[in-house]
């Protein structure tokens, strides 16, 4: 039997599943990459990383526009003599993935280089131990403060070369809502 459901029935339904579920949506899909391998980046890859930023005052800086603009906040955490981490960058610059991020996140690019720098950035999320690997991403809600990439995932792309771009960018698009 097929049941016809009004529009204002479907809205309502709509409502109440987003608040009961906190009014988390579903995420945004991935745009298509328009490269197929990381040969295909220019090159040179980038050096993301400023050595010498105030970490601290970024990431606060990006908290507040992110809360102003409904985003989310991505945190990228790593060293500019990590090829994954060039790589993530580079790809992230990629016009149809750059677009889209700048549509749903902040970006704080934040130097810890080798592990001992600027690490009060993951602590503020509770990492407190050693960083697994970089790159080391976290994504946080400027509402609430919560990081959403559990602790396993954090360091999900310090094997980033080994992942296709498009994965790279289906990664980053879960995170959006």
Known sequence: MIRIVSAPAVLAVAALLAIATGGVAAAAPAPRVSIASYAQLRTPLPYPYDETADATAALDRALAR????NRRVLI???????????ILAATMELPELKTFLA???EIVIVDVGRMDRNLQIPARYGIT???E?????????????KQLVSR????ALANARTMAPQDLADWLASYTR
């Open 66 to 69: 992110a809360k102003a603009t």
């Open 76 to 86: 990228d955490m790593g060293g500019n003599w990590c090829g994954d981490c060039r």
């Open 103 to 105: 549509r749903h996140f």
């Open 129 to 131: 131990e050693r960083l």
């Open 133 to 145: 690997g970089v790159p080391a991403l976290l994504v946080v809600d400027p509402r609430t403060g």
């Open 152 to 155: 396993a995932q954090v360091a």
